[in-house]
């Protein structure tokens, strides 16, 4: 990967990276696809009551549209080991190093927190009015589940990046949210 560093974000390090960034492109991961597919145990759930937060699900044909962020020059050991203790807390992400597409050209190689399928957390093919029933209700260590989707619908909406289910799923917590559930 040579000496820069790049993190592919898809999820809440669109709004939340949490690290210096030099540089922010759109990009796009062909082979997988962004789901609420893995049960939040700390950050958007509790061990009792899980959430689901996003991950990156392998899917052929598939691709997942989402932001490619260039590390600092001279912050990437500490940017790696911030992003190891938030994203790898429960070893249902798996660290990988993938080829992203940037918008306007060109390739890098980045790194992705993808679904390890095999693991207890992973929970691909909810139904969307499943998803939106969890969410609307999950509260963990770093907030309200519906935050988290409200906040990344509205920041890839404001990207220009569409993701109907995001968009599915926001509306219909949104409306569980008024009616009370």
């Given at each position: 990967m040579g000496s820069e560093l790049w993190v592919f974000g898809y999820g809440s390090l669109i709004w939340n990276p949490e690290f210096p960034v030099a540089e922010t492109r759109i990009a796009r991961l062909p082979g997988w696809h962004r789901s609420f597919c893995m049960r939040s145990i700390h950050h958007r759930g509790t061990e009792a009551?899980?959430?689901?937060?996003?991950a990156l699900d392998r899917a052929a044909g598939a691709h997942c549209d989402g932001v490619a962020f260039r590390v600092a020059s001279g912050a990437e050991a500490d940017t790696l080991a911030g992003l190891r203790e938030r994203e790898?807390?429960?070893?249902?992400?798996?660290?990988?190093?993938?080829?992203?597409?940037l918008q306007g050209g060109g390739r890098v190689e980045a790194l992705a927190y993808v679904i390890d399928p095999d693991h207890v957390?992973?929970?691909?093919?909810?139904?969307?009015?499943?998803?939106?029933?969890?969410?609307a209700q999950a509260v963990g260590g770093r907030g309200r589940?519906?935050?988290y989707?409200?906040?990344t619908a509205d920041h890839l909406a404001a990207l220009g990046i569409e993701d109907a289910d995001l968009a599915w799923l926001a509306a219909a917590v949104r409306q569980l949210q008024a009616a009370g559930n």
């Amino acid at each position: 990967m040579g000496s820069e560093l790049w993190v592919f974000g898809y999820g809440s390090l669109i709004w939340n990276p949490e690290f210096p960034v030099a540089e922010t492109r759109i990009a796009r991961l062909p082979g997988w696809h962004r789901s609420f597919c893995m049960r939040s145990i700390h950050h958007r759930g509790t061990e009792a009551a899980p959430g689901l937060v996003l991950a990156l699900d392998r899917a052929a044909g598939a691709h997942c549209d989402g932001v490619a962020f260039r590390v600092a020059s001279g912050a990437e050991a500490d940017t790696l080991a911030g992003l190891r203790e938030r994203e790898l807390i429960s070893a249902a992400y798996l660290e990988e190093r993938l080829w992203v597409d940037l918008q306007g050209g060109g390739r890098v190689e980045a790194l992705a927190y993808v679904i390890d399928p095999d693991h207890v957390q992973y929970c691909g093919g909810l139904a969307l009015p499943e998803q939106a029933a969890i969410i609307a209700q999950a509260v963990g260590g770093r907030g309200r589940n519906c935050d988290y989707l409200f906040n990344t619908a509205d920041h890839l909406a404001a990207l220009g990046i569409e993701d109907a289910d995001l968009a599915w799923l926001a509306a219909a917590v949104r409306q569980l949210q008024a009616a009370g559930n």
